[in-house]
Nanobody, 121 residues
Framework: QVQLVESGGGLVQAGGSLRLSCAAS????????MGWFRQAPGKEREFVAA????????YYADSVKGRFTSSSDNAKNTVSLQMNTLKPEDTAVYYC??????????????WGQGTQVTVSS
């Protein structure tokens, strides 16, 4: 069993930055790939980024590539998502997830409760 708790969401103006964190607990965390997803009102939950606990492998959705960076801290069992040059269309609830990796929601078994990110224009 894996527990995930996100933090760091908030309200920011367009062009600003936010850093999300996901604290993970549970056994054998290293076997999971950590993903970030987001869901805007009226839309489906979409993939944002994924990272292995080693930090050596990361990949991003095209919509955030070059603006968002994911990192991992094994000592603290925490993964982070640094979001720069935010746009109003980045407004969504952001979720941390643990699973087999990839961009499909179905490949992730554990989810956090989500944290709201709102970008004003």
């Amino acid at each position: 069993q894996v527990q995930l708790v996100e933090s760091g969401g908030g309200l920011v103006q367009a062009g600003g930055s936010l850093r999300l964190s996901c604290a993970a607990s549970g056994r054998t965390l290293s076997r999971y790939v950590m993903g970030w997803f987001r869901q805007a009102p009226g839309k489906e939950r979409e993939f944002v980024a994924a990272i292995t606990w080693s930090g050596y492998s990361t990949y991003y959705a095209d919509s955030v590539k070059g603006r968002f960076t994911s990192s991992s801290d094994n000592a603290k069992n925490t993964v982070s998502l640094q979001m720069n040059t935010l746009k109003p269309e980045d407004t969504a609830v952001y979720y941390c997830a643990a699973g087999r990796g990839g961009s499909s929601r179905e490949r992730y078994d554990y989810w956090g409760q989500g944290t709201q990110v709102t970008v004003s224009s």
